[in-house]
């Protein structure tokens, strides 16, 4: 959290001073709550200005927005390019590498290639102070509308008949559906695969939440229980996806 609150006042401060009147930072209702974000920006960047989420939704403060910067992942990027609004992303990368399949690493070099996304807070507020003033020549160049099409029909579903879509979706789940016993055999059959991944491969885990309480009260799955809870270390958790990504994983690779 220190890095995500120090790279969001490096990008607040590289912002050009003219252009600081118009800048305004939606808060997280968790940051807020948690972290107390806003005190801790204020000390370092007290020109800032801030939405408030208990008080404006996400749409409301988009609509109004010339330029959408985003520091995280999450459904906010979805909504923003769906709707083509100017969006600038920077991530920390050491995050990204940690977090996502490298299946998807060939769409996020294509984003950094239309400046859309960055790894720096200091090149993002760089692109920001340069296209500012001009945002459609960057934004409506074909090649940048091109890639931002490609990332909306990758990852972001749409539909007019968006409802009869999720009715249809509903009701075939409802037909194919197993009873709770039915799936916690199979969830055993998961976790016996993965346990014997893991032991063969040296790799570090153990269970949580409702698997452990089910483990230790019920000697088994707790009876209402619909999920198996497994957690790793962060290094074991990397090669475990290293692992499956390169050799596939029997049992689960479907």
């Given at each position: ?94 995050i990204i590498e940690k977090t996502l399949y490298k299946a998807n690493y060939e769409i996020l070099d294509k984003l950094e ?112 229980d619909d999920d198996i809870d497994v957690c790793m270390p962060r290094y074991d958790y990397q090669r475990f996806i290293e ?12």
């Amino acid at each position: 959290f220190i890095d995500y609150i120090y790279n969001n006042i490096i990008f607040l401060n590289s912002i050009d001073q003219k252009k600081r009147d118009n800048v305004v930072v939606r808060l997280r209702n968790t940051a807020e709550k948690n972290w107390q974000y806003s005190e801790k920006i204020r000390v370092k960047c007290p020109w800032v200005k801030f939405s408030n989420a208990n008080i404006h939704s996400f749409v409301h403060d988009l609509i109004d927005t010339k330029i959408f910067i985003c520091d995280n992942i999450s459904t906010c990027i979805a909504e923003a390019l769906i709707n083509n609004i100017p969006t600038i992303i920077f991530l920390d990368k050491k995050i990204i590498e940690k977090t996502l399949y490298k299946a998807n690493y060939e769409i996020l070099d294509k984003l950094e290639c239309a400046k859309i996304l960055f790894y720096s807070p200091e090149d993002a507020a760089k692109h920001l102070n340069l296209v500012y003033d001009d945002l459609e020549k960057w934004w409506d160049d074909p090649f940048t509308q091109q890639i931002k099409k490609e990332f909306c029909e990758g990852y972001i579903r749409t539909d007019s008949n968006w409802l009869d879509k999720w009715c249809d979706l509903l009701m075939s789940e409802e037909k194919a559906r197993i009873t709770l016993q039915e799936l916690q055999m199979v969830e055993v059959n998961v976790l016996n695969e993965f346990i014997k991944f893991c032991d063969d491969n040296d790799l570090k885990y153990f269970v949580v939440y409702g698997t452990l309480l089910g483990t230790i009260r019920h000697n088994g799955i707790i009876p209402w229980d619909d999920d198996i809870d497994v957690c790793m270390p962060r290094y074991d958790y990397q090669r475990f996806i290293e692992l499956t990504e390169k050799n596939g994983l029997k049992g689960l690779s479907s």
